[in-house]
């Protein structure tokens, strides 16, 4: 939450998120909020794979702030099609705690947790991703895996689809979503590089910040899918860090000093910015408790 030490983390694996708090350079885990019922119109319910979340403030002195989370919109590695990935959520929450003001607990959603399927709509939709949609991860298929807010805009990033070492971001305008209608979309290409795909987004003064990695583990899949050769000399991608000011050509900050290709940079967050640089936390998929990192990040 812009300016506090109030945040919230979604779980890829569960159907919840919690809310923590920062105090200096300790992470209080707070309180679970369900997000997903175990049944959705008679269909079984299974994690919801949530990949991104965004803080969306109050448009005027006395409106709505959000928390907005998204699940991957992708199939999994084997291929199966699971229904509860395909959700988009919005939490409402007080401006000054960060908390919802509503009764919640982690046993069943609040009615006022909002959640919409038809963003699954406007994925396949875009024609630039069109033909990856609902294909398998392996298969260089769609997955979101960044959300940030963009002025009235969410910005979804996608690790995969990757084409010739471009990756990709959707630009859907806020006031669309949790309506009937399927939202419009407009689609960035973003050049990255060969098998890089966004892993994370964060929203900073002017634009975002990229948290970029590996599109694909598979090589060989890499190789044919993202229309450039990945095994250099310097080998598969490690993580990088871009800024992206949503117009034009995506600016390097850089690569993460001690992260290697095979470390998976899943989670960046801002803490702090100034006029020179970021302050910012990166968590790791994989490592003990996410194994978060400080990094300070030149503009």
């Not at 709509?121 to 979101?144: C, F, M, W």
């Not at 910012?280 to 003990?288: K, N, Q």
Request: hydrophobic share 35%; with cysteine; aromatic share 8%.
């Amino acid at each position: 939450m812009t300016g506090t030490n109030h945040c919230f983390a979604v779980n890829d694996e569960k159907k919840y998120a919690q809310f923590f708090d920062i105090d200096g350079r300790k992470i209080e885990p707070k309180e679970v909020i369900r997000l997903l019922p175990d049944t959705v119109d008679g269909v079984d319910m299974k994690e919801i794979d949530a990949e991104g979340v965004a803080y969306a403030p109050a448009a005027e002195a006395n409106g709505i702030s959000y928390f907005y989370i998204t699940g991957s919109h992708g199939r999994s590695r084997n291929g199966s099609l699971r229904p509860s990935v395909f959700f988009l959520f919005r939490v409402p929450v007080s401006t000054v705690t960060g908390r919802p003001e509503f009764a919640f607990s982690e046993g069943e959603p609040s009615p006022n947790v909002e959640r919409t399927a038809l963003l699954r709509e406007t994925i396949k939709s875009r024609p630039e991703l069109a033909d990856r949609a609902e294909q398998p991860l392996d298969q260089n298929g769609v997955t979101i895996e960044g959300l940030a807010m963009e002025g009235d805009s969410l910005l979804f990033g996608f690790r995969s689809p990757c084409h010739t070492a471009n990756a990709y971001i959707m630009r859907v305008p806020v006031h669309e979503l949790f309506k009937d209608a399927v939202p419009s979309g407009t689609v960035e290409k973003l050049a990255l590089g060969a098998d890089v795909g966004v892993r994370d987004l964060a929203a900073v003064k002017g634009g975002v910040m990229i948290l970029a990695g590996r599109s694909q583990d598979d090589v060989a899949v890499s190789h044919a899918n993202c229309g450039q050769p990945i095994e250099t000399e310097e080998g598969p991608p490690a993580p990088s860090v871009w800024f992206w000011d949503g117009k034009n050509e995506p600016h390097p900050l850089g690569m993460l000093p001690g992260v290697g290709p095979g470390d998976k940079a899943e989670t960046l967050m801002l803490l702090d910015e100034s006029e020179s640089e970021y302050r910012a936390l990166i968590m790791f998929d994989g490592a003990e408790n996410g194994e978060p990192i400080e990094f300070l990040i030149k503009k």
